[in-house]
């Protein structure tokens, strides 16, 4: 089984940047995915980025623009989350996920049978 816990999240204006970081505990197998999703009050939990913990198998949202970008640090096991040229609409709760599975769609929220805690991104305009 896999804990994660996020952490990076704060207030930052409109057109700054945050890197949001996602320690995970327990086996963390190469070809497995992981996966970052955002909610916001009223909407539902919605992709952002993935990664394999290989490096591998990079995807991102259509609203990412290149903004963001996901990295993996194996000797730390732990995901990052770049986040630059923040805007308004990319205020939320966001999440990490994994799964024990190497199947499945990364973009799919059922994918993931691991999710951290949340943390807040708020950008001010």
């Known amino acids: 089984q896999v804990q994660l816990v996020e952490s990076g999240g704060g207030l930052v204006q409109a057109g700054g940047s945050l890197r949001l970081s996602c320690a995970a505990s327990?086996?963390?197998?190469?070809?497995?995915?992981m996966g970052w999703f955002r909610q916001a009050p009223g909407k539902e939990r919605e992709f952002v980025a993935a990664i394999r913990w290989s490096g591998s198998s990079t995807l991102y949202a259509g609203f990412v623009k290149g903004r963001f970008t996901i990295s993996v640090d194996n000797a730390k096991n732990t995901v990052y989350l770049q986040m630059n040229s923040l805007e308004p609409e990319d205020t939320a709760v966001y999440y990490c996920a994994a799964s024990d599975r190497v199947s499945g769609t990364m973009t799919f929220r059922y994918t993931y049978n691991y999710w951290g805690q949340g943390t807040q991104v708020t950008v001010s305009s």
């Open positions: 327990g086996r963390t197998l190469s070809r497995n995915p």
